[in-house]
């Protein structure tokens, strides 16, 4: 078969997607271990066995529903290539405007000493410390799987202001006082007990679903602020959550609460500042 034939029997499986040539190029650039360009110009060059097998695989895959991302193990955020594989939950695109938010305050508060809770994949510390390198990150996972893909991505954008910790919360670091300026987070918040849409199925449960009300890490957050005296927090939430968090901040003798949305003018996520 032919590179020219792959990718025509490649899109007509894939008839379902819509962006489904762009897919089959995407996945038989992987397969080939080669850049998306390559195909172009090597139009009428036959796949040996092993490539055109790996490829019909992956197109396999994709019929399933598994997100793209997971089997080309690559996701753009932020202008830049991550890696990714199952057990980190795939970036999203409104993370960026968190990204954009935490920059704003950062520079404008001067501020030093970073942390996240449930870095993932790592784009959001990893993003930030990159273009912060006087700034001092720590970031946190439960999950071993998250933290290896945090790990890969720091190695591979060569980040040396970012501490991995296996913890829950910031419990690294022993429960200290004004050890961080600002708390940045995008936790799960999904409620226990939704149906997800099919391709939610292949991100991990423990970075989707928040508790029985779906806002109950984003609440921790709020009071490990407050107690460990953490001036700002950032959080991403869930389009509906405002109100809760609104209530809930209330508990607290806070400066500002702003929520900010997301491109499709949904709520999205809150910087409080105490
Ligand atoms: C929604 S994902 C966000 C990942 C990444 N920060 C991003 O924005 O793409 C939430 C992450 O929080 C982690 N997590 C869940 N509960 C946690 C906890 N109590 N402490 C630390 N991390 C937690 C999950 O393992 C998951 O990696």
């Avoid at 090597?42 to 992956?58: A, G, I, M, S, V």
């Avoid at 080309?72 to 990714?84: D, G, Q």
């Amino acid at each position: 078969m032919l590179i020219k034939e792959a990718l025509q029997l490649g899109a007509s499986k894939l008839a379902n997607f819509s962006r489904n040539l762009l897919e089959a190029e995407l996945l038989l650039a992987y397969a080939l271990g080669v850049e998306r360009i390559y195909l172009h110009t090597h139009f009428l060059e036959p796949l040996d066995d092993f490539t055109q097998k790996r490829f019909l695989n992956f197109i396999k895959r994709r019929q399933k529903y598994e997100p793209i991302e997971y089997i080309i193990e690559k996701v753009s955020f932020y202008s830049n290539e991550f890696y990714i594989s199952h057990g980190a939950l795939i970036p999203r695109p409104e993370s960026e405007i968190l990204v954009d938010l935490a920059l704003q305050t950062i520079q404008k508060n001067n501020l030093k000493n970073i942390a996240e809770v449930g870095i993932g994949s790592g784009i959001l510390s990893i993003t930030l410390a990159k273009i912060l390198p006087s700034c001092i990150f720590q970031a946190s996972d439960i999950s071993s799987e998250a933290l290896f893909n945090a790990f890969v991505n720091k190695e591979k954008f060569q980040v040396s202001n970012l501490t991995l910790h296996k913890s829950a919360y910031l419990d690294f670091n022993g429960g200290k006082k004004k050890s961080f300026d600002l708390l940045i987070s995008n936790p799960p918040y999904i409620k226990e007990g939704f149906i997800l849409p099919k391709p939610l199925d292949y991100e991990p449960s423990i970075a989707l679903f928040g508790g029985k009300r779906g806002d109950e890490i984003l609440c921790h957050l709020i009071d490990l602020a407050y107690f460990l005296e953490i001036p700002f927090v950032i959080c991403e939430m869930g389009y509906d959550q405002k109100e809760s968090i609104y209530n809930y901040a209330q508990k607290f003798n806070y400066k500002n609460l702003v929520f900010y949305k997301d491109l499709a003018q949904l709520d999205r996520g809150f910087i409080l500042e105490f």
